[in-house]
């Protein structure tokens, strides 16, 4: 039979032809996408014409096009839809793609063919695009490996294969820990519960084969049931069932995996002379060292706690006055801030929830990128990988920008979290290729028959997520290495939590918040309280994040700990994290850091862009309008269509005429006034 990822794809805007592949297609068509790969890099390293820009570099941009076309849409899924058989090629392929990587890095032949334009770059009439993505090759050789000598390249392979097969294990762990809990909620357990939330439950219980209404580690459901339950014996079971994700023994126990990707991480660093692997990290980011990295995160870290123990204080009153005596737990936070939120802001959840319909919130996103960079969005009617995934053509005055797919209910076989990926990139080397790029998103599935809805921080979150998109489907360089997200890390957020903002603008929410059902605006009143309510319990949201971004920096930038469990407790204790409290992402389940090196000393990036994001805002505040079309020409022209193409602060400089301070952020976050 022939194997549909082999093919030419000749459908509608040649998209994978998702109804015709199967599980059993991708070993085989990986098998001749890495023989192919070979063969292409060998030929470049072989080739007895002298190294040009075009010879080497354009054509190591193409010698993968077969493995990156399979990478792209098997990685998708196994994110977005695992089943057994993609669970265990993944397993099977990680040790076998790391070795390939290394391959291809630490050839010898090659490097000196990319050395060797590096060293006449100035003869080589270059444009700036060409000599900055030579400047990246170059260096990610380098930094891989190439320049060891034969027993260091050695060991470089064989670390980088063992921390493939671990990434591969922790998150294959994380989702099976994920995917097997459930707690049966009995009718007297539905007490107290929003219909949305009884409606999350009985959908989740239906996607299990079981009667009745559970309760799963989704976040879209248990952080509303941590929200809204009264019932504290079973808030505590959900919240230790929640924390101790790949901590609970036996197969899918992720501490001992932790501990040995730190140490191989060090090793790794150290192999090419770095003093930690932070330090080696860091080099190629906006912040360059760790002490750059914690003095942001300190400068934040104490108004933030300051204003967590000031509101945990309150919270403990109103649980005293419920008659429960001793201290505040992290189970109760969420459910006695909601109660607050409602009593001091009058917002209710359950009352908020029906102005955020999915649909109007998708819509809400596609209208504000309408306004600000012209785009328009038309749906299609396309095979996909899922029934609950979508898709719409992206166009700009008539011409094709973009596939954008949006997948956005949580289900068993979808890790956890939000993310944007890409089944296919920007270039223009070799053919106009325009991406297709993918939302992926976790939030409650309705009961059939029912409307989809957000919370206020789902919403966020599909904007945030739908940033991400616009960074890569305005993506307009030549070269893929430098196409779309491929910027620095703590520069990579800056596009998405910037489009959060316009959330919080009153007449986005006037034309797109209207109620689910009766289709009528959010009242101005209400719509009024919910942004002036926008930094509501930041010391609380601040403190969780700052925890896990110090803890992650901690274990990068020294020895590599032993046990990261202890290790993780030290730093805690050092920093004086409340006890009500806990940290976002704790160690085992630490899927930003345990995965892959993405966010490895650099979770920090979240708040390093949003440093950026708030001072960017400002720019059309500044302006006099949300909407000002030469702010968003010059967003667009600065940094969502430049990609990698220069270095993040002169990208930044070009959009804004200078860097930032934190000040911004405290204000955007509530924390100036706070001591």
Known sequence: ?????????????????????????????????????????????????????????????????????????????????????????????????????????????????????????????????????????????????????????????????????????????????????????????????????????????????????????????????????????????????????????????????????????????????????????????????????????????????????????????????????????????????ERRRLAEHDLDEAELKPYFGLDAMIEASFDTAHRLFGLEFRPLDVPLYHPDARAWEVTRKGRHVAVFIGDYFARGSKRSGAWCSSFRGQRKLGGDQRPVVVNVCNFAKPAKGEPALLSWDDARTLFHEFGHALHAMLSDVTYGFIAGTSVARDFVELPSQLYEHWLEVPEVLDRHARHARTG?????????????????????????????????LAFHEGAAPKDPIAAEAEVLKGIGMPAAIGMRHATPHFAHVFTGDGYSAGYYSYMWSEVMDADAFDAFREAGSPFDPTTAERLEKAILSAGGSREADVLYREFRGRMPGVEPLLRGRGLVDVA
């Not at 790391?98 to 291809?104: K, T």
């Not at 995917?179 to 009884?198: C, I, N, Q, T, Y």
């Not at 036996?250 to 790794?268: P, S």
């Not at 009024?528 to 994040?545: M, W």
Request: glycine share 6%; charged share 25%.
């Open 1 to 337: 039979m022939t194997n549909p990822l082999l093919q030419p794809w000749t459908g509608r805007f040649n998209l994978p032809p998702f109804a015709t592949i199967r599980d059993e297609d991708f070993g085989p068509a990986f098998e001749a996408g890495l023989a192919e790969a070979r063969a292409n890099i060998a030929a470049i390293a072989a080739s007895s014409e002298a190294p040009t820009f075009a010879n080497t570099i354009e054509a190591m941009e193409l010698a993968e096009e077969t493995l990156d076309r399979v990478s792209g849409v098997f990685y998708n899924l196994v994110g977005a839809d695992s089943t057994p058989a993609r669970e265990a090629l993944q397993s099977d392929l990680a040790p076998k793609l790391a070795a390939f990587s290394s391959e291809v890095t630490m050839n010898a032949a090659l490097f000196a063919r990319i050395e060797a334009l590096w060293q006449t770059r100035d003869t080589l009439a270059l444009t700036d695009e060409q000599l900055r993505v030579l400047e990246l090759y170059r260096r990610m050789f380098v930094r891989a490996g190439a320049a060891l000598d034969e027993a260091g390249r050695k060991r470089m392979a064989a670390v980088k294969e063992r921390l493939a097969v671990l990434s591969t294990r922790f998150g294959q762990n994380l989702l099976a820990d994920e995917r097997d809990w459930f707690l049966p909620l009995e009718a007297a357990d539905l007490e107290g519960l929003p219909d949305f939330v009884v409606a999350a439950a009985r959908a989740a219980a239906e996607e299990r084969g079981r009667e009745g209404h559970v309760l799963t580690l989704s976040r879209s459901l248990i952080t509303p049931f941590l929200q809204f339950s009264p019932r504290r014996d079973l808030r505590e079971t959900a919240y230790r069932a929640w924390i101790a994700r790949g901590a609970n023994g036996g197969e899918t126990d992720n501490r001992a995996i932790a501990a040995e990707i730190l140490k191989l991480r060090e090793e790794r660093a150290k192999l090419l002379g770095y003093r930690s692997f932070a330090a080696y990290k860091l080099e190629t980011e906006m912040a360059k060292t760790e002490g750059a990295v914690r003095d942001l995160l300190m400068q934040v870290w104490k108004p933030a706690r300051a204003k967590a123990g000031a509101d945990a204080a309150i919270l403990t009153g109103m649980m005293h006055e419920d008659g429960i005596n001793g201290d505040l737990e992290p189970w109760d936070w969420r459910h006695y801030s």
């Open 520 to 552: 009528a605006p959010m009242p101005a009143a209400l719509r009024d309280r919910l942004i002036a309510a926008s930094t509501y319990d930041q010391g609380f949201a601040t403190v969780e994040y700052i925890a896990s971004a110090l803890v992650d």
